[in-house]
């Protein structure tokens, strides 16, 4: 979700300040300090996605995420389960040794048994902390083309100059909600692709 609205923020930024840059300096400057206005031929034809919105009502992000959730829930469980299996083999082998019952050699390789066992363990929390950080990256960035493809048809559709991102974490501090188009991208993006 953060690489969503990072990709959102920096297209938003970049169409700010070409808007900036191109509309601005060339326009003539109002002296007043109430309002600035355009030209009718300059109009420009901009419209915003509440991304916080977008987020928690495509049904496909929602889907990948409790699906990425339930994954780390179950690994997590899994190597908590494998840590005090682990963790039980240690107490008893320090049960049996406190007790004479193991002889030196048979202590000694026992301990590096233990410590194999731990070290394996530990590889493990680690490969699965990367295919899951992995897997969630390749998921983000395939919602995010998604978002963009469809932002793009939208934009073309209706000859939008700029799609700007709204939301928390967004540089734009206030909107007109008639230019809000939040609505029509979650319903194209939730419709069934056929």
């Known amino acids: ?49 509440n991304t916080d919105t ?29 840590a005090r299996a682990l963790e039980r083999e240690i107490m008893m082998l320090n049960e049996k040794a406190s ?21 394996q363990l530990m590889s493990d929390q680690e490969a699965i902390t990367k295919e899951l950080m992995a897997e969630s990256s390749r998921i983000n960035d395939a919602l995010q083309q998604e978002i963009t ?8 559709q209706y000859n939008y100059d700029y799609v700007l991102s709204y939301g928390g ?3 734009v501090l206030a909107v007109n909600d008639s230019f809000d188009i939040t609505n029509e991208v979650i319903n194209r993006l939730n419709k069934p692709k056929e």
């Open 1 to 49: 979700m953060n690489r969503i609205l990072l990709g959102l923020n920096i297209l938003l930024f970049l169409a700010v300040g070409y808007l900036f840059l191109d509309k601005f300096s060339s326009s003539e400057t109002s002296t007043s300090t109430d309002s600035v206005s355009l030209p009718a031929d300059n109009a420009l034809n901009i419209v915003y996605v």
């Open 54 to 82: 977008l987020l928690n009502q495509y049904t496909l992000f929602r889907d990948q995420q409790k699906a990425i959730s339930a994954r780390e829930e179950s690994a997590d469980a899994k190597l908590k389960a494998q």
């Open 99 to 119: 007790k004479g019952t193991m002889t030196p050699k048979d202590l000694q390789a026992e301990e590096q048994r233990l410590t194999i066992k731990q070290q």
């Open 149 to 156: 493809s469809t932002l793009r048809v939208i934009q073309a």
């Open 169 to 171: 974490g967004s540089p």
